[in-house]
């Protein structure tokens, strides 16, 4: 039975960190973007992945992304509230932030051909590429403070 990893590395020297079950951006001040949070995913039971993928299932209230732009081929925005970056090798410079690549909006069906996902891909067979992840949040989305992200992959 597949299952995964979620690792969080430090955003400064890209250590790892621990293993972790949940994100925290911590405090955020109204206008301004959390700290970037650095993590990848570790696949076991699997010889290999591909196609992977991040979806953003709950903003918590935030709104994600009213009007998309520069969309990239691997899903993501030029703009929006909720950052999501990779890189096969980790990059100090992305982790400083803020990022420049946003979720073009929520994936509304739960599935992994939601056009709003952002593929990652991996650095290896059974490890996902760095993902950098941070929000924005406006004056409307104070109290808001829960999300939820969904990892999509193929596996053999």
């Known amino acids: 039975m597949p299952s995964i990893t979620t690792r969080e590395y430090n955003p400064t020297t890209g250590a790892f960190v621990s293993?972790?079950?949940s994100l925290s951006y911590g405090r955020i001040v109204v206008g301004t973007h959390s700290p970037v949070k650095v993590i990848d995913f570790a696949f076991t039971g699997v010889a290999a992945v591909s196609d992977v993928k991040l979806g953003l299932m709950d903003a918590g209230g935030v709104v994600v992304n009213p009007s998309p732009s520069d969309p990239w081929s691997d899903g993501s925005a030029g703009n929006g509230n909720f950052g999501?970056?990779?890189s096969v090798g980790f990059s100090s410079q992305t982790a400083q932030g803020?990022?420049?690549r946003h979720y073009a909006g929520l994936n509304t069906s739960g599935l992994a051909s939601d056009t709003?996902?952002?593929?990652i891909g991996q650095r290896s067979d059974t490890v996902s590429q760095f993902v950098y992840l941070d929000m924005l949040l406006g004056s409307n989305d104070v109290g808001q403070n829960a999300g939820l992200y969904k990892v999509f992959f193929d596996f053999e």
Do not use: F, G, Q
Not at 116 to 119: A, M, T
């Open 98 to 100: 803020p990022l420049t």
């Open 116 to 119: 709003k996902n952002i593929k």
């Open 84 to 86: 999501c970056m990779h």
């Open 19 to 21: 293993n972790i079950s």
